[in-house]
């Protein structure tokens, strides 16, 4: 069973930075997304970008487009969320997912899983408990 962890949110003043961490555990993971998703006080959950297992591709949300970027450590099995230029609409709890259909599936290797999965979280089946980030104006 995998277990996603999110951790380095926290408060942060407009225009700052901060990046956040998904570490994953309990699987051995091959070809797989990772979705960045927020939620913000009274609004539906939003995707922000997403990972590509297979070749490193990225896709961001066009409200991140810019400011926020996604990259994976291999060896710690961490996919980072930088966030840069924040602003107050940001201010969301953030979690990380994982869609791993892929695994095993040797046809996936070299694709850009993110043209798959994308930011529809209904394809994502495993998802961390989230982290809060406060933007302050």
């Known amino acids: 069973q995998v277990q996603l962890v999110e951790s380095g949110g926290g408060l942060v003043q407009s225009g700052g930075s901060l990046r956040l961490s998904c570490a994953a555990s309990g699987s051995t993971l091959d070809y797989y997304a990772i979705g960045w998703f927020r939620q913000a006080p009274g609004k539906e959950r939003e995707g922000v970008g997403c990972?590509?297992?297979?070749?490193?591709?990225?896709y961001y949300a066009d409200s991140v487009k810019g400011r926020f970027t996604i990259s994976r450590d291999y060896a710690k099995n961490t996919v980072y969320l930088e966030m840069n230029s924040l602003n107050p609409e940001d201010t969301a709890v953030y979690y990380c997912?994982?869609?791993?259909?892929?695994?095993?599936?040797?046809?996936?290797?070299?694709?850009?899983?993110?043209?798959?999965?994308?930011?529809?979280?209904?394809?994502?089946?495993?998802w961390g408990r989230g982290t809060q980030v406060t933007v302050s104006s």
């Open positions: 997912a994982l869609d791993n259909r892929y695994a095993g599936k040797f046809l996936y290797r070299n694709l850009d899983l993110c043209v798959q999965s994308g930011l529809s979280q209904g394809k994502y089946g495993y």
């Open positions: 990972f590509s297992s297979t070749d490193g591709s990225t």
